[in-house]
């Protein structure tokens, strides 16, 4: 079946540290959407990538889509506090636009 | 403001009990989905309806079945609940388009016993 794989599936950084989650899929995806859980919370939308190599930034978050759209990640600047939580990728396949997959999940851990 | 809201934040059941998993959306959404969320595996799609009375089989659907009878409400049946299926459930829906995001509920922890 189609699947989402997301490594790390942990990463503890010290504020200020940079974070890097990857997200990669067994077969091409037509978009790309990047979700945060904030402890105890649920999956909240960040952002979404349509075209191949399409590169978005909010703030101090890069959003990357890869060439062969079977790839993206997801680069956090200079870490802070409130970054905690775990960033899920999700993506729909061709053919099963209504079907949205989600990744493994990266659980980002930031200490002072 | 969206709101999907799922009818219990915390759950425990008996092994062999039918358990019903409600979820409500005030967007209109057609698309509406039921994950279940386990340490190190993610999110991992149950089933998903597209439309009302219309459902497909996610990643994960032994076990489960679903309903939607009303376009606002899709609701995810245990139709004999076992230990292994102790886990964070969530509720999502969006528009029937690739490209919208999807909105979650605040998830319901069932813990079968």
């Known amino acids: 079946g189609q699947q989402v794989m997301q490594i790390p599936q942990y990463q503890h950084v010290q504020e200020g540290e940079d974070f890097t989650t990857y997200c990669n899929s067994s077969?091409?995806?037509?978009?790309i959407q990047w979700y945060k859980q904030r402890p105890g919370g649920h999956p909240v939308f960040l952002i979404q990538l349509v075209k191949s190599g399409e590169v978005k930034k909010q703030k101090r978050l890069t959003f990357q889509f890869g060439e062969a759209k079977k790839n993206s990640s997801l680069h956090i600047t200079a870490t802070q506090t409130t970054d905690v939580g775990t960033y899920f990728c999700?993506?729909?396949?061709?053919?099963?636009?209504?079907?949205?997959?989600f990744g493994t999940g990266t659980r980002l851990q930031v200490t002072l | 403001d969206v709101k999907v809201t799922q009818s219990s934040r915390y759950l425990v059941k008996r092994t062999g009990e039918k358990v019903f998993l409600e979820c409500v959306q005030d967007?209109?959404?057609?698309?509406m989905f039921w994950y279940r969320q386990d340490p190190g595996l993610g999110l991992r799609l149950i089933y998903f309806?597209?439309?009302?009375?219309?459902?497909e089989k996610g990643d994960i659907p032994e076990g489960y079945s679903v309903s939607r009878e009303k376009k606002e409400r899709f609701s995810l049946i245990l139709e004999s609940a076992s230990t292994n299926q102790t886990s964070m459930y969530l509720c999502?829906?969006?528009?029937?388009?690739?490209?919208?995001?999807?909105?979650f509920g605040q998830g319901t922890r069932l813990t079968v016993v």
């Open positions: 309806s597209y439309d009302v009375k219309m459902k």
């Open positions: 967007m209109d959404h057609e698309n």
């Open positions: 999700a993506g729909s396949f061709t053919g099963t636009a209504s079907k949205l997959t």
């Open positions: 999502a829906s969006r528009r029937p388009d690739r490209l919208t995001e999807a909105f």
């Open positions: 077969t091409t995806l037509s978009n």
